[in-house]
C-alpha cells in the first residue's frame, strides 16, 4: 500500500504540504498509522503540480530513493508554490521493480493521478484484459509495469474516448469496470485514487473485497484557508473527515465538495 495527497485551493508552497506537517508523507512513509498492507512506504516516491497562473501541463518530481533519502526535496519543496498538488510515496508490490517509470504521480496531458491499492496477482489476472481494452494511445502511454498505471491509463482512455465526460464520470466508468473485470476473473483490487486537471480533485475510496484503505479529506483548515486537502492519513490534527467506503468525492474548483457513492 502507498500513502496519497491532494491539494487544492491557495497557491502554497509545497513544504508545507509535503515535510511540515507533524504526520507529513515524510513521516507515513516509515511510520504510517493506517496501512492495511505493508509497514514502510520506501521504495520511491513524487510529487506532482501545476503552474499557479498558466494553463499548461503538470510538472512532477520522482525519485526512487525513500522520501526521507532525498536531500534535494526540502530546496525543492521551498522553491515550488502551487494552488493544486498531487503526491505520493510509494510501497512496491513485491517482484515489482523499483524504478522512475513505476513512480507516481501518473501524467497524461493536463491529468494527473494517484493511487493507493493493488490489484490482486495483476500480472496473472487483469494485466491483460485492461491492456486489451486500450487504444493505442493509451496502451503505448503506459511506460511502467504497475497496476497503478494500469488504472490511470483506463481513465485516461475513457477521457479520450468521451472528450465531454467530466472527470468524475470518468473516474466513477473507470472504476465500473475495473469492478465487472475484478467480478469476471475473481480478483480483488482497491483503488484509493486521486486524479486532478489543475481546476479539480476527484477522489475515490473503493474496493470490492478486502478492507477498503483509509481515504480523509479536510477543507479551510486554518492552517491551510480556502483549501481542500486530501490525505490517506490526516497530516496534522484537525477536522478531518473520513471518506464513506465505496464512494467518489469531487471538489470544484471553487472548493465545493460533493460525495457520492459508487
Given at each position: 500500500m502507498c500513502r496519497l495527497m491532494g491539494y487544492l485551493g491557495l497557491p502554497v508552497q509545497v513544504d508545507r504540504l509535503l515535510t511540515k506537517p507533524e504526520h507529513s508523507l515524510v513521516v507515513q512513509s516509515y511510520q504510517p498509522r493506517e496501512m492495511t498492507a505493508g509497514l514502510l512506504n520506501a521504495d520511491g516516491f513524487g510529487i506532482g503540480w501545476y503552474h499557479?497562473?498558466?494553463?499548461?501541463?503538470?510538472?512532477?518530481?520522482?525519485?526512487?530513493?525513500?522520501?526521507?533519502?532525498?536531500?534535494?526535496?526540502?530546496?525543492?519543496?521551498?522553491?515550488?508554490?502551487?494552488?493544486?498538488?498531487?503526491?505520493?510515496?510509494?510501497?512496491?508490490?513485491?517482484?515489482?521493480?523499483?524504478?522512475?517509470?513505476?513512480?507516481?504521480?501518473?501524467?497524461?496531458?493536463?491529468?494527473?493521478?494517484?493511487?493507493n491499492g493493488y490489484i490482486e496477482n495483476f500480472r496473472q489476472t487483469l494485466y491483460r484484459p485492461i491492456r486489451e481494452r486500450l487504444s493505442d494511445a493509451a496502451y503505448q502511454s503506459i511506460g511502467g509495469g504497475t497496476d497503478s498505471e494500469h488504472i490511470f491509463a483506463l481513465l485516461t482512455d475513457t477521457l479520450d474516448a468521451n472528450p465531454t465526460l467530466s472527470l468524475a464520470d470518468a473516474l466513477h466508468k473507470t472504476l465500473t469496470t475495473l469492478?465487472?473485470?475484478?467480478?469476471?476473473?475473481?480478483?480483488?483490487?482497491?483503488?484509493?485514487?486521486?486524479?486532478?486537471?489543475?481546476?479539480?480533485?476527484?477522489?475515490?475510496?473503493?474496493?470490492?473485497?478486502?478492507?477498503?484503505?483509509?481515504?480523509?479529506w479536510l477543507r479551510d483548515d486554518p492552517l491551510f484557508p480556502q483549501a481542500v486537502l486530501i490525505a490517506s492519513e490526516p497530516l496534522f490534527a484537525g477536522n478531518w473527515i473520513a471518506c464513506p467506503e465505496h464512494s467518489l468525492l469531487t471538489v470544484s474548483h471553487d472548493l465545493d465538495i460533493q460525495s457520492h457513492p459508487i
Open positions: 499557479p497562473q498558466q494553463t499548461v501541463e503538470p510538472f512532477t518530481y520522482k525519485n526512487t530513493l525513500p522520501i526521507w533519502s532525498d536531500v534535494n526535496l526540502a530546496s525543492l519543496s521551498r522553491y515550488i508554490e502551487s494552488g493544486c498538488v498531487l503526491a505520493n510515496v510509494r510501497s512496491a508490490t513485491p517482484g515489482q521493480p523499483i524504478d522512475l517509470s513505476n513512480c507516481q504521480p501518473f501524467q497524461r496531458g493536463l491529468i494527473l493521478g494517484v493511487h469492478s465487472h473485470l475484478g467480478q469476471q476473473y475473481q480478483t480483488g483490487f482497491s483503488a484509493n485514487l486521486v486524479i486532478s486537471d489543475g481546476q479539480q480533485l476527484v477522489a475515490s475510496r473503493c474496493a470490492n473485497r478486502s478492507t477498503t484503505p483509509s481515504l480523509y
